[in-house]
């Protein structure tokens, strides 16, 4: 079965920090763009963070930048998401998304839920 995995979901203060991890199990993310969605309650579901096949590329929504940074590593198969300088509006399920570059085909995490609070 291929399925893509979130891990590292928590509590956390705010100002604190968090690493998000996404792994696949059945298959390689070598030869995938990988994202990182989140989505809160009665809310559509937002990008957060995009990074490039080789990682040579990243992106971020104006929500993230300068406080997250997203990595892959590539022996491992895994992408993070680090999360830094956290805030309350950051809670929220946090998804990694893949889409293969070349057959886009996709796959979807379950989500990891980040619960910032005090």
């Known amino acids: 079965q291929l399925l893509l995995m979130e891990s590292g979901g928590g509590l956390v203060q705010p100002g604190g920090s968090l690493r998000l991890s996404c792994a696949a199990s059945?298959?390689?993310?070598?030869?995938?763009?990988i994202a990182w969605f989140r989505q809160t309650p009665g809310k559509e579901r937002e990008g957060v963070s995009g990074?490039?096949?080789?990682?040579?590329?990243?992106n971020y929504a104006d929500s993230g930048k300068g406080r997250f940074t997203i990595s892959r590593d590539g022996a491992k198969s895994t992408v993070y998401l680090q999360m830094t300088s956290v805030k309350s509006e950051d809670t929220a399920v946090y998804y990694c998304?893949?889409?293969?570059?070349?057959?886009?085909?996709?796959?979807w995490g379950k989500g990891t839920l980040v619960t910032v609070s005090s």
């Open positions: 998304y893949a889409r293969h570059v070349i057959y886009d085909t996709e796959y």
């Open positions: 059945g298959f390689a993310l070598d030869d995938y763009a």
């Open positions: 990074i490039s096949m080789r990682g040579f590329n990243t």
